[in-house]
């Protein structure tokens, strides 16, 4: 059975840091492209960013470029969102997912999905 395991989520203060992990079992890890989405109280959950299968294409939505980064060990099973310059609009729940495909850009729905991290900046 496939799982999703976020951590590091926590409260910060506008400008500060936090760096998200999420550890998978129960698939092959390195066959899939996994990445985060968020979602706030009243919203829509929303893509944040996502790594390929052999973590050479990265994606981030136009709202996180430049502050987030997203990286993978597979031999870990494990990936990160690194997050810095953080803004009150970052809060949210977010969650770990898995595309059963390589690439993060095929448009097909999340296959698996974690539990969720909450995070929330101070203003």
């Known amino acids: 059975e496939a799982q999703l395991v976020e951590s590091g989520g926590g409260l910060v203060q506008t400008g500060g840091s936090l760096t998200l992990s999420c550890v998978a079992s129960?698939?092959?890890?390195?066959?899939?492209?996994i990445g985060w989405f968020r979602q706030a109280p009243g919203k829509e959950r929303e893509a944040v960013s996502g790594?390929?299968?052999?973590?050479?294409?990265?994606h981030y939505a136009d709202s996180v470029k430049g502050r987030f980064t997203i990286s993978r060990i597979n031999d870990e099973n494990r990936i990160f969102l690194q997050m810095n310059s953080l803004k009150p609009e970052d809060s949210g729940v977010y969650y770990c997912?898995?595309?059963?495909?390589?690439?993060?850009?095929?448009?097909?729905?999340?296959?698996?999905w974690g539990q969720g991290t909450q995070v929330t900046v101070s203003s």
């Open positions: 129960g698939f092959r890890f390195d066959d899939y492209a």
């Open positions: 997912a898995v595309r059963y495909s390589r690439s993060w850009q095929i448009p097909r729905p999340v296959d698996e």
């Open positions: 790594i390929s299968a052999n973590g050479l294409n990265t």
